[in-house]
């Protein structure tokens, strides 16, 4: 029931920077914890980062002090700011959120349908 739609990816250069947005749309009472998975050719899916609804954030150690999560909860958005870049950052990045939807009472996971980020040397 919930919907979430990604933008920003793209080809750039190594030590270039990107933003990534995520915007939800549905019958949503609340959308709470948000965050960023990434997963590269190969290998396993992995968490990168997340926000809490009150505003605490996580970060894998491979991006933790280059990249950076915020949310606009008027807007129902999550972003993922991503300095200097590294080859090996490239990958699919997915988004996530946890909702509680029309007519339940119970937080359910959603996905969105990813977007490519390719870092070049």
């Known amino acids: 029931q919930v919907q979430l739609v990604e933008s920003g990816g793209g080809l750039v250069q190594a030590g270039g920077s990107l933003r990534l947005s995520c915007a939800a749309s549905g019958s949503t009472f609340s959308i709470n914890r948000m965050g960023w998975y990434r997963q590269a050719p190969g290998k396993e899916r992995e968490l990168v980062a997340q926000i809490s609804s009150g505003g605490s954030t996580m970060y894998d150690a491979t991006v933790k002090g280059r990249f950076a999560i915020s949310r606009d909860n008027a807007k129902n958005t999550v972003y993922l700011q991503m300095n200097s870049l590294k080859p090996e950052d490239t990958a699919v990045y997915y988004c996530?959120?946890?909702?509680?939807?029309?007519?339940?009472?119970?937080?359910?996971?959603?996905w969105g349908q990813g977007t490519q980020v390719t870092v070049s040397s």
């Open positions: 996530y959120a946890w909702a509680v939807v029309d007519g339940s009472t119970n937080l359910g996971r959603y």
